[in-house]
């Protein structure tokens, strides 16, 4: 009789929730509820007003790690997958008005990534031999244009900052080789910059657009290599050689430093590097943690903000982009899975089991607003900040 009464409270509880149309909404407040109607959906916070809305009642498109994309500061770009598991791309307002249909996506097609301007989308089709081929889209869906027939196994590409080209990693074909393509995004001009390369992950360009840098895995060996090479393929240069584990590769915002993650040999500890971007003068920035995640440079370059775990009991520390005057200016949080600078370098947010939570950057980061997602089956991902630094999305996935 006791169980059946406490799964009746529940229920009753869980529908109280589930059937509030008005949220709490108030600054510095957690209890900001949400309606079950939310789960799967994106939503947008705005941190000035407190004001949360779900922008669309269907499943995103599982097709692409990040299938939604900020226009500007008001408009939202978005997949959704129809009853034929077509995905559609939809535009719509920030504050869930004017909803447009703009085109469907063909069923194969998946890894969606708008260039930096939201102007173009790339994407891999698989063809009939399942190779797959790179596509690029207008994001009005006209000018659908192949850009490249790929002979091997292609499975990542990255616009370059100014969205003229794209870098492709392609694996060469029943060989545990890699090679990099650069092409401009009509599709022209397509070059392999590199071949032969033992495995390549962290590609990513210079924001300068002039080069790209990656990390390879050195043959044999449980040692990681870091390069940089020219976009014609000229200049490749070692900048990293002989690390441990490395991770999180996060050039600055003008190319002059990059700050990497790296484990200490035989032990599970991490510890944050700051190198130039021609190798010299690699600073170690804090003592060895425990676990270590989140490495973000302000937009200006002057500070670096990463979070660590210890013994399940953590905080977020700001550093100097020289290494120097380390902050902690949280403590005793837990398991935070996002840390990232506003893009105007005045808020910081970070989301820990549920909680996302803003500091204010120009008042020694102390809290300026949060929202707690109270339903412990749901999950938060996908976080972002809106392009004027005054919303965050994110999607609400339902884990039950």
Avoid: H
């Amino acid at each position: 009789m006791k169980k059946f009464l406490k799964l009746f409270l529940f229920i009753i509880i869980i529908f109280s929730l589930c059937s509030c149309k008005e949220k709490i909404s108030v600054k510095l407040d957690p209890e900001l509820f949400r309606p079950c109607k939310d789960v799967n959906n994106l939503c947008i916070w705005d941190i000035e007003t407190s004001s949360l809305n779900s922008l669309n009642s269907f499943y995103l498109s599982n097709n692409s790690s990040f299938p939604y994309s900020w226009l500007d500061g008001s408009k939202i770009a978005f997949f959704v997958p129809n009853e034929n598991n077509e995905d559609e791309l939809y535009i719509i307002n920030s504050d869930g008005s004017n909803k447009t249909k703009i085109f469907n996506m063909y069923s194969s097609a998946y890894f969606f990534k708008w260039s930096p301007d939201g102007s173009k989308i790339a994407f891999f089709v698989p063809n009939e031999n399942n190779e797959d081929e790179l596509y690029i889209i207008n994001s009005d869906g006209s000018n659908k244009t192949k850009i490249s027939n790929m002979y091997s196994s292609a499975y990542f590409f990255k616009w370059s900052p100014d969205g003229s080209k794209i870098a492709l990693l392609s694996k060469k074909s029943d060989e545990n080789k890699y090679e990099v393509y650069i092409v401009n995004s009509d599709g022209s001009n397509k070059t392999k910059i590199l071949d032969n390369q033992n495995f390549i992950s962290n590609l990513n360009w210079l924001p300068d657009g002039n080069k790209i840098a990656f990390r390879s895995e050195k043959s044999g060996e449980n040692k990681y290599e870091v390069y940089i090479v020219n976009s014609d393929g000229s200049n490749k240069t070692k900048i990293l050689d002989n690390q441990n584990f490395i991770s999180n590769l996060n050039w600055s915002p003008d190319g002059s430093k990059i700050a990497f993650l790296s484990t200490k040999s035989d032990e599970n500890k991490y510890e944050v590097y700051i190198v130039n971007s021609d190798g010299s003068n690699k600073i170690k920035i804090n003592d060895t943690l425990n676990f270590i995640s989140n490495l973000d440079w302000s937009p200006d370059g002057s500070k670096i903000a990463f979070s660590d775990e210890n013994n399940n009991e953590g905080g977020i520390y700001i550093v100097n982009s020289d290494g120097s005057n380390k902050i902690k200016i949280l403590d005793n949080v837990k398991s935070i899975n996002f840390l990232k600078w506003s893009p105007d370098g005045t808020k910081i947010v970070y989301e820990e089991l549920n909680l996302i939570s803003i500091l204010d950057v120009t008042n020694n980061y102390k809290e300026y607003n949060k929202l707690y997602i109270i339903f412990s089956k749901l999950s938060i991902t996908q976080l972002n900040w809106s392009p004027d630094s005054k919303k965050i999305s994110f999607v609400l996935i339902d884990t039950w």
